[in-house]
């Protein structure tokens, strides 16, 4: 069974630094773009940011200059690095992955969602 395994969340104050984990396991060969997203209650999920294969990134204009996205494929893992966090960054954060099961066949692959307060 394929699947990701997230890690990180939590509460902290407004101000402070955060860091998300995602892990793939199981049978995988590869990883094509991975992803977080996040979503706060009464609204859509959004993307918050996104990187390729070949290391391209991609942020939402909210989080641009606060946020780092970076992946490590020896570990099949990705990482969100959040800084100089806000409260209206408070939402469910959610890990996607594009796998490679084998020649011609991805499975498009979602965490389970790890919560992120930042209050006072």
């Known amino acids: 069974q394929v699947q990701l395994v997230e890690s990180g969340g939590g509460l902290v104050q407004p101000g402070e630094s955060l860091r998300l984990s995602c892990a793939a396991s199981?049978?995988?060969?590869?990883?094509?773009?991975m992803g977080w997203y996040r979503q706060a209650p009464g609204k859509q999920r959004e993307l918050v940011a996104v990187?390729?294969?070949?290391?391209?990134?991609n942020y939402a204009d909210s989080v641009k200059g606060r946020f780092t996205i970076s992946r490590d494929n020896t570990k099949n893992a990705a990482y969100l690095y959040m800084n100089s966090l806000k409260p209206e960054d408070t939402a469910v954060y959610y890990c996607?992955?594009?796998?490679?099961?084998?020649?011609?066949?991805?499975?498009?692959?979602w965490g389970q969602g790890t919560q992120v307060t930042v209050s006072s």
């Open positions: 990187i390729t294969s070949g290391g391209s990134t």
């Open positions: 996607n992955a594009d796998l490679i099961l084998d020649v011609g066949w991805s499975y498009d692959c």
């Open positions: 199981g049978s995988i060969f590869g990883i094509n773009a």
